[in-house]
C-alpha cells in the first residue's frame, strides 16, 4: 500500500546561524470541540473529517508538532466510551454516534503529518444542568456532584472523583495510540467554599493527579502527562499574581508535581502580558525540574471582540519563550488558523523549519540501536530510500524515523532545516529532489523521544547541476511512503 503524506522540505536556508529554529521545541495547540468551537462545525461525518483535515494541514504547514485535542468535554466524550456518552457536538445530538471514531481518526492523521496527539480530558467540570453528561452523572452519582453558582463539578474531595477520571484516561491510553494525556480543570473551582486548609486542598487535588499518573503509566509508561495548570503558579516576591494563582487560589501545586515527577509537561495557561507574563514565565522555568514547559499564549486575545491586543504581544512572548528554551501553545486553534492579526502569518514564518520534541530522559535516556543498513536508489526526479535494522531498547511498542536531507556531506543531524520528514513509522520514503543530488540520513526515535545516531548514505561523486533555490521549493507536495 502506498499513502501519500504531507511534508516541507528544508536545507539550508539563507539565514544566520543565530536565527535558526531549535532543534527540540514543543509547538502546540489546544483544539476545542466543546461546542464546536475549534471542531468542524458539521454534523456530516465525511465533510467532518475533510474538514479537520484542512485544520491538521494548517497545523503542519506552520511546523506544529502537538495537537490537544479535546476528548473528556463535559461527562461526554469523542469517542466511543464504555464509561460516558457521546458529546452532542459530533452530531448535533446527546449521546448519538457519528458513525466513526473522531479520536482515532484525528489521531492517524496527527501520526500521518508527524504530529503528536494528546487527549485533552476535562476532569472536575462537568456543565450546568441542562448539559446531557451533567444530567447523566447527576442520575448516577448524585452524591459526588457539587453545585457551584450554576456549573456542576465532580468533588475533588472525595475519592471516588479521583478512580472515576483515573478510569477514564485509562481507558483512552489504553484503547488509543495516544501520544499524551493532557488533564484540564485539575484544580477546585474558584468560588469553592472550603471545610478544609488549602494545604488539604492540594493534597486533594494531588491525590487525583496521582491516580491519573498511576492509571496513564501503568498502561503505557511512553504516554506523556501533562496539564493546564493556571498561568501564575504563586504570588512573587517581587511581583503579585493579583489574587488569580494556582498554588494559593484553587490548591494546583504544578510545580509539586514536576518535582514528584507526577507530570511529564506542563503547559500554563498564560494569558496576560507585561510584568503578569514575563516574571511568571522565569519562575515556570526555573522550576520546571527538567520537565516540558510550553506555556499557552492567548492568540483569542488578538480578536477584537476580545481585548484587541496588538499581534506585537504575542510576537515579543513567543520570541521570550524561544530564547528561555520553553515551547509555546495557543489557545485556540480557531484564532490561530484564521489567522487573527497575522498570527498563523507569523508563526509560519517563526517556525522555519520542524522541530522535534524534547525527549522524555526521565523516563529513561538509552536510545535506540541506529539503523544499520541505509538504501538509496536514486531516480531522474526523486529518490528512494529504506532502512531497516533499528532495535528499540525502551519496551514500548514501536520505534519511529527522522529523515534528514542535504546537499553537503555528511548531513548535518544537528541542523532542524535538514528535517525533511519526522517521527515517520514507515521505513521507506520517496523524496522528490527536482534534480539535485542529496545525500540523506535516518535517525530512529523511541516512543519516550530519544533519538540514535544517524545512519548516512555514504558521499558519491555526482555534482549538481544547479545551485538549489530553496524558496522555491513547492511547499506541500507530497513524499510517498511505502510498507
Known sequence: MKTIIGFLLFFLL???????????????????????????????????????????????????????LQTRVRGTTIYPSAIEPWDPCLTNTNGKSPGYDPLQFCINECHKRGMECHAWIVTIPIGKANYYGCQQLRKKYPRR?????????????????????????????????IDGIHLDYIRYPETWKYKYSREQGRQ??????????????????WVKLSCSPIGKYDDLSRFRSNGWNAYS?????????????????LFPMMYFQGNQFYPFVADWKEHSYGRIVAPGLAAYMLHPTERNWDISIIRREMGVLRQQGLGCTFFRSKFLTDNIKGIYTFTKDFNQAPALIPPMTWMGRRAPAPVTILQLDRGKTSDKLIW????????????????????????????PRNLIAIRQRAQSLIVPHQGHALHYA????????????????????LRPRKKLDFRQLIVGQSLKKHK
Open 14 to 68: 539563507a539565514t544566520p546561524a543565530s536565527a535558526q529554529t531549535p532543534k527540540h521545541e514543543v509547538r502546540a495547540v489546544w483544539l476545542t470541540t466543546l461546542q464546536g468551537l475549534d471542531w468542524p462545525r458539521t454534523f456530516l461525518p465525511e465533510q467532518q473529517k475533510r474538514d479537520l483535515i484542512r485544520i491538521l494541514d494548517q497545523y503542519q504547514q506552520a511546523n506544529i508538532n502537538t495537537v490537544l
Open 145 to 177: 456532584i457539587v453545585k457551584v453558582g450554576e456549573e456542576y463539578y465532580m468533588n475533588p474531595e472525595l475519592p471516588e472523583t479521583g478512580d472515576y477520571i483515573a478510569g477514564i484516561c485509562r481507558e483512552v491510553t489504553r484503547r488509543y495510540d
Open 204 to 221: 486533594n487535588i494531588t491525590s487525583i493527579v496521582r491516580k491519573i499518573y498511576r492509571a496513564v503509566k501503568g498502561e503505557k509508561p
Open 249 to 265: 487560589a484553587v490548591c494546583q501545586d504544578a510545580q509539586g508535581w514536576l518535582r514528584e515527577g507526577l507530570m511529564d509537561a
Open 388 to 415: 531497516y535494522g533499528a532495535r528499540d531498547n525502551s519496551g514500548a511498542d514501536y520505534l519511529l524515523y527522522n529523515i534528514y536531507a542535504s546537499e553537503n556531506f555528511p548531513v548535518d543531524t544537528d541542523d
Open 442 to 461: 535516518v535517525t530512529a526515535i523511541d516512543r519516550y523521544g530519544n533519538e540514535s545516531d544517524a545512519k548516512r548514505t555514504p558521499d558519491w561523486s
